[in-house]
């Protein structure tokens, strides 16, 4: 069936240093959807960006992600982390059902 | 801003009480959800719904029933409630099309002693 992989479960960076959190995906849909979705401390999730649209970069609040179907992947990035970034983000996949990675915990330190 | 409300907000039941969660929604979405997140699961979806009467399970529906009466209401219930069912809730909704985005509410803490 399809699936999600957000392999690290945490990442821990210095404020000012690049962010880039992985996902890669399976599907057997020719066009599906992907997701980012943020999280931060005690609060719900809510979307961060998406696109189906291959090879072409989806920014938003200072993160960007480019969806590769060659590679099945949708990787997020930013170029200089902020301790606000600090936060829960998960990578989803949509076909007919929403399909979630197992999210990646971020913590930016001074 | 689309907005989906929940209540309570936090719960702390008893094992083999009964226990319901409510869902409330004024984006005129088709399609609403109950997750539950644990830390190291992430989000797993409970049971979801196309619409008003329908109800579909999710990929782990055991111990839990829906119902959505209405097209902005959608409960999750939990007829014998057990200690493995503390968790935090969330509630979804999102209009048809894999395209379109899910809006969550604030979650409900649930514990059960």
């Known amino acids: 069936g399809d699936s999600v992989t957000q392999t690290e479960g945490l990442v821990t960076l210095t404020e000012g240093l690049p962010v880039m959190l992985n996902c890669t995906y399976q599907?057997?849909?020719?066009?599906?959807?992907l997701f980012w979705y943020v999280q931060h401390l005690n609060e719900s999730p809510r979307l961060l960006l998406k696109?189906?649209?291959d090879n072409k970069r989806t920014e938003h609040q200072g993160f960007h992600a480019t969806l590769h179907k060659s590679s099945s992947s949708f990787h997020l990035q930013k170029s200089s982390a902020q301790l606000s970034d600090s936060a829960l983000y998960y990578c989803?996949?949509?076909?007919?059902?929403?399909?979630w990675g197992s999210g990646t915990k971020l913590i930016i330190k001074p | 801003e689309a907005a989906v409300t929940q209540s309570p907000r936090n719960k702390v039941a008893v094992t083999g009480g009964k226990v319901t969660l409510s869902c409330n929604q004024t984006n005129n979405h088709n399609n609403m959800y109950w997750y539950r997140q644990d830390t190291g699961h992430g989000l797993r979806l409970i049971h979801y719904s196309y619409g008003a009467g329908s109800t579909e399970k999710g990929d782990i529906p055991d111990g839990y029933k829906a119902s959505r009466p209405s097209q902005e209401n959608f409960s999750l219930i939990l007829e014998l409630a057990t200690p493995s069912q503390t968790s935090v809730y969330f509630c979804a909704s999102g209009a048809t099309g894999g395209q379109n985005t899910l809006y969550f509410g604030a979650g409900t803490r649930l514990s059960v002693l």
């Open positions: 599907t057997i849909y020719s066009n599906p959807f």
């Open positions: 989803a996949l949509s076909n007919y059902q929403l399909i």
């Open positions: 696109s189906f649209t």
